[in-house]
């Protein structure tokens, strides 16, 4: 059987954030590593103006099920795409999510205001978003938190309160300030997504 994963940036929006990653997995895995239109350099797309959109998007672009890995961002996208389609998600890996979760309550820096000023993204991508505590116990696939210990823009509590609240999660911490933690930890991050695939 076709091992299948899709990988979701965060907001860079670039596909490339999962290089150094997917060199790292095996060969024969089916990869689909995402863009995300009208986040970071990447141009909009018609039809996609919000979040909802944007998970819509990402959902038809799984062919079958499979692993669904998201960064910062892209772990709130992945979490939603796997509460709004559980029947494409077989195992989901979440890396530093930023959302999702009530980050004030972690004294999370919010990288909202910079970003802004940086890029000229659509003004949907910085509206605050949906707290998904109450739901996250439907999530019932093996669930991978990779966290870096000392990150300012997801603190490793967040990891920790993830951990405790999906049914079955397995929390890996690096010693790190590094909010790309998994580009930095490439091979031992490509390592725990093949040990996850390997948990049914």
């Known amino acids: 059987m076709t091992t299948r994963i899709a990988l979701i940036p965060g907001s860079a929006g670039l596909a490339s954030f999962w290089d150094p990653i ?36 990402i959902a038809g672009g799984l062919e079958a099920p499979g692993i669904v890995a998201g960064q910062s961002m892209g772990g709130y996208l992945a979490l939603r795409v796997a509460l ?19 980050l004030t309550r972690h004294r999370a820096d919010d990288w909202r205001p910079e970003h802004r000023a940086e890029h000229h993204n659509a003004s949907w991508v910085y509206e605050p978003v949906p707290e998904l505590s109450a739901q996250l116990g439907q999530i019932q696939v093996p669930v991978l ?32 300030d590094d909010h790309w933690v998994a580009r930095r930890f490439a091979r031992e991050t490509a390592e725990a997504i093949r040990e996850l695939q390997a948990t049914s």
């Open 22 to 57: 997917r060199a790292e997995l095996p060969p024969q895995w089916q990869q689909h590593a995402f863009d995300l239109p009208g986040v970071g350099p990447v141009p909009p797309a018609p039809g996609i103006r919000s979040f909802d959109q944007l998970i819509e998007h």
């Open 84 to 102: 709004r389609r559980p029947e494409l998600v077989t195992h989901l890996v979440l890396i530093v999510a930023s959302a999702g979760l009530d």
């Open 145 to 176: 938190l990779i966290w870096a210990t000392r990150d300012a823009i997801s603190p490793l509590s967040v990891g920790q309160q993830l951990a405790a609240a999906l049914p079955r999660a397995r929390l890996l911490t690096f010693d790190s």
